[in-house]
């Protein structure tokens, strides 16, 4: 069974930082593609960054390129989110998901993954 768990959400001031850390069992983690994804109250869910299964190639959405940063550990099975210079408009909940093979120009679209986590809240605020 396919499980993918977000942890290290909460409550943090505008400026900080936070690390979001998603642990997948249950697939070969190393040959997937691996995404974050967010969504806010009344918002459509984006894509925020995506990491090819080798960890080489990366995406990000405008919206965070420079602050956040996403990274693998294929021997751990664990997908990261560094989140820098947060701000009030990054708050939602964050969700990682996995799919075998993304196309390159898709992998911000939330569509072409098949397994998603059940999100970790992330809200700043002062």
């Known amino acids: 069974e396919v499980q993918l768990v977000e942890s290290g959400g909460g409550l943090v001031q505008p400026g900080g930082s936070l690390r979001l850390s998603c642990a997948a069992s249950?697939?070969?983690?190393?040959?997937?593609?691996m995404g974050w994804f967010r969504q806010a109250p009344g918002k459509e869910r984006e894509g925020v960054a995506a990491?090819?299964?080798?960890?080489?190639?990366?995406r990000y959405d405008d919206s965070v390129k420079g602050r956040f940063t996403i990274s693998r550990d294929n021997a751990k099975n664990t997908l990261y989110l560094q989140m820098n210079s947060l701000k009030p408009e990054d708050t939602a909940m964050y969700y990682c998901?996995?799919?075998?093979?993304?196309?390159?120009?898709?992998?911000?679209?939330?569509?072409?993954?098949?397994?998603w986590g059940q999100g970790t809240q992330v809200t700043v605020s002062s």
């Open positions: 998901a996995a799919n075998f093979f993304v196309d390159r120009g898709k992998r911000l679209w939330g569509t072409e993954y098949s397994y």
């Open positions: 990491i090819y299964f080798d960890g080489a190639n990366t």
């Open positions: 249950g697939f070969t983690f190393s040959t997937y593609c």
